[in-house]
């Protein structure tokens, strides 16, 4: 009996606590979670808000001063276009070039402006990645405040999955499927996430920022070139003309048939050697040399003049037969492409000293203006060997690489065929 009894008193405690304490734990855990969400949810007021919108009504400026830059630019855009339907007068000529000197002169005063507005733009962001870095972390505190809650019911370490920065995705993922989530916790988490999306965002946009920059930057080299060749043609026409039309007309005359006669010269030379190698079979290198694949004859990519230049000086006589590239005098000038030098020539008046070097698949490269050359006709040359040194040979306005490329002996567009 007294056993039994024993028992009894025993097991009645036993099934109280059973039923009391889950209701008490649950109890004070749905009190903190409440008591949690209660407060205002933490959203960093972002110290950096004034210097942002400073920065904000910086780069507004700069925009401006942009788009005011542009409606000039046409307008000089729209005076070359007019000069140029007119007739090739030499009058008309140092029009076009000092309606395109003054367009160049405005197009760097743009980019030195779209600088500044990017550089701002940089500042902006990266302020505004330190506030959003803030707002996560205090998000995060909270967060984990009502983890250590849910840990308490649950197996899943989702604190340490939170405080892992790697593991956001991860932490989402786990926690989107707890079910019955409190709403307002579920707002929270939202908004957790939204944070750290944005801050994922605002790093993508930095880096593109940069690389806007740095292409910004390249672009303003070209149009300094560009600039000093317009005023290089402008002045060797005013020097060569003395400010004679007649003059003017004989130059031009003899510039076209200089140009002509150039082309014609080195397409035939193609052709015919090109015949000859191939009839020689196998035993010829060149019958086994491998597909064409070109690389930039310079370290240098900045192109100063494209094949066939809207703004070419010329254009209304000649198109622009290849990409000028922008390079001091005495720059190395390498092979694009395993080959056969097919010609160097030394002197010429159109292409001063130029190498014409043929390869596979019907191309052919030509190198002109060269100060230099290191190559000798009838020879062999490896992809990327150094043939010769840049400079101003030649019809040339100042330093600079004129490379062609050829495909069935005619100038096609090199950047098609560069990688
Ligand atoms: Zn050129």
Known sequence: MLKKAKFLKLGKYH????????????????F???????????????????????????IDEQRKKIDEIADKITEYNNNISKFRSQAGSLKNQVAILDNQIAKTELDIEGKVEEVKATELEISKVELEIVDNQKSIED?????SAFIRLLDFYDDKDY???LLDNNSFSEFFDQINNIEGIEEDLQKTLNRFQEMVERYN????????????????????ESERDSLANQIGTK?????????????????IGNLKQEQLAANNAVAAMENKLRQELEKK??????????????????NSRRKTAYFHDPDYPYRNLFEHSGLDIGVSSGTT????????????????KWYGNYIMIIHNNNLATLYAHLSSVSVKNDQYVTKGQIIGASGSTGFSSGPHLHFEVRSGGIPVDPLNYLP
Request: aromatic share 6%; glycine share 4%.
């Open 15 to 30: 099934v109280m606590a059973l039923i009391l304490m889950p209701i008490i734990l649950f109890g004070a855990f749905l």
């Open 159 to 161: 604190l340490s999955v």
């Open 139 to 143: 998000q995060k505190k909270y967060l």
């Open 235 to 251: 002045q060797y026409l005013i020097a060569e003309t003395s400010n004679s039309e007649k003059k003017y007309q004989t130059l």
């Open 201 to 220: 965002a605002k790093k993508e946009e930095l880096s593109s920022k940069r690389d806007q920059l740095s292409e910004l930057l390249n672009k303003l």
């Open 281 to 298: 079979g196998t035993d010829e290198e060149f019958n086994n040399l491998a597909e064409a694949s070109l690389m930039w004859p310079t």
């Open 333 to 348: 000038v390498r092979s694009a492409e395993a080959g056969y030098v097919a010609k160097v020539a030394i002197g010429t």
């Open 32 to 58: 903190t979670v409440n008591s949690l969400i209660a407060q205002e949810t933490p959203v960093a007021p972002g110290a950096n808000e004034g210097n942002i919108s400073d920065l904000n009504k910086q």
